[in-house]
Each structure stands twice: as C-alpha cells, then as structure tokens.
C-alpha cells in the first residue's frame, strides 16, 4: 500500500465524491493506492477500489482520475464480477452438454474441450467482457459528470491510453477490454447524450 499520505488523501476524496453520486450507501467504499509501476486500476465486489501508481502518473489532474475511478466504481455498480461467474459457470455447463449430445469420443475429449474453451472465448467471453467494460465507461462518465468533473478529461486520458499502448495490444476481437479508439468513440458520443448545464 502506498505510504504517500497526500496522494491516498486525494484519491479517497475523488472515490467518495464520486461513490455519493452513486446512492449506493449500501455499498462499503474504500479507496486505495497500490504502490506497483503496473498502469492499471480494480474494484472488487461490494466496492473496494484499488489504484495502482503506475496509472496515476499518466494522469494530469482530478479529472481523469475521475474517469478512471468512476469506471471501477461502475463496474461494482453493475455487478460485473458477478454476472462475469455466472457466464463462465453457464459457458462450462454448456460445453459438457454439448459433448455429451454430440457423444464425442473419449481420444478426442481433451481436443473437443479445448476447440470449444477457444470457440467460446472468442465468440462470446470476450465480446461480454468487452461490453461491460463499456457499460463501465458510460456508467463512469455519467457518475463523474454529476459529481462536477470533466467528462471531457475520459477522452483525454484515454487517448494518453493509446499512445502509451502503440504496438502492446492486441487485436480487439483476442481481448477483454475494447481497443482504446473503440472506447474514445463510445465515450465521445455518450458525453454527447449527457444534458447540457
């Protein structure tokens, strides 16, 4: 855990701006700082937020730590984690039903579970990972719009994002997350939706 008082003072202040305009009072929030180069952020179920310091030194201001709070938030919102269980327990069930309907003989078991662990990742893991991830994003943006931020400063971070990932990702449909344009775009059109004050 990070030592800098003033830095975890900070992103406690953000999480619980962000976590009242949420109204979600019975949710237990806690904000943490990671001390880790890793450039990334979760939320574990029932509202625990953590931040590593490698994302927080991308960040130029509130705003985007805004962004990226109000996304992890969103995701504790929406119950990600828990729907995420489910579609894996379902998509296993589903893969020995099917193997038995098709009675798949036993030398081909091990083939026949592995084409369809890839079938099923590509075809429809993924695409629902990558879906709440942008339900994450519109659900952050809003939070950090009615909480006084910038929805702006999503987009911003997001394109720093992209910069820093030129030549490390991997192609959207082989991912969890969408590519960072992918997410720019839905982010840009959602803030247009986002009455005007």
Same mark, same amino acid.
């Given at each position: 855990?990070?030592?800098?008082?003033?830095?975890?003072?900070?992103?406690?202040?953000?999480?619980?701006?962000?976590?009242?305009?949420?109204?979600?009072?019975?949710?237990?929030?806690?904000?943490?700082?990671?001390?880790?180069?890793?450039?990334?952020?979760?939320?574990?179920?029932?509202?625990?937020?953590?931040?590593?310091?490698?994302?927080?030194?991308?960040?130029?201001?509130?705003?985007?730590?805004?962004?990226?709070?109000?996304?992890?938030?969103?995701?504790?919102?929406?119950?990600?984690?828990?729907?995420?269980?489910?579609?894996?327990?379902?998509?296993?069930?589903?893969?020995?039903?099917?193997?038995?309907?098709?009675?798949?003989?036993?030398?081909?078991?091990?083939?026949?579970?592995?084409?369809?662990?890839? =079938?099923?990742? @590509?075809?429809?893991? &993924?695409?629902?990972?990558? $879906?709440?991830?942008?339900?994450? +994003?519109? *659900?952050?943006?809003?939070?950090?719009?009615?909480?006084?931020?910038?929805?702006?400063?999503?987009?911003?971070?997001?394109?720093?994002?992209?910069?820093?990932?030129? =030549?490390?990702? @991997?192609?959207?449909? &082989?991912?969890?997350?969408? $590519?960072?344009?992918?997410?720019? +775009?839905? *982010?840009?059109?959602?803030?247009?939706?986002?009455?005007?004050?």
């Amino acid at each position: 855990m990070s030592s800098d008082r003033q830095l975890v003072a900070k992103i406690r202040q953000i999480g619980t701006k962000l976590a009242k305009v949420s109204r979600r009072d019975d949710y237990r929030w806690e904000f943490n700082v990671i001390e880790s180069e890793q450039v990334n952020a979760f939320c574990l179920p029932g509202g625990k937020v953590f931040f590593y310091t490698g994302i927080l030194k991308m960040m130029d201001n509130d705003d985007q730590i805004a962004a990226v709070m109000g996304h992890e938030i969103a995701h504790a919102l929406a119950r990600h984690g828990a729907e995420r269980m489910s579609m894996q327990m379902l998509s296993q069930a589903g893969g020995q039903i099917l193997g038995a309907m098709l009675e798949v003989p036993q030398q081909y078991r091990g083939l026949y579970e592995q084409a369809y662990g890839i =079938g099923t990742n @590509v075809a429809i893991m &993924l695409p629902y990972s990558r $879906s709440h991830e942008h339900e994450a +994003d519109q *659900i952050g943006v809003y939070l950090m719009w009615k909480a006084g931020y910038d929805p702006h400063e999503a987009v911003v971070f997001w394109e720093k994002m992209k910069v820093a990932s030129q =030549g490390k990702s @991997v192609p959207e449909f &082989l991912s969890t997350h969408p $590519s960072d344009q992918s997410r720019i +775009d839905a *982010i840009n059109a959602f803030i247009k939706t986002l009455p005007k004050s």
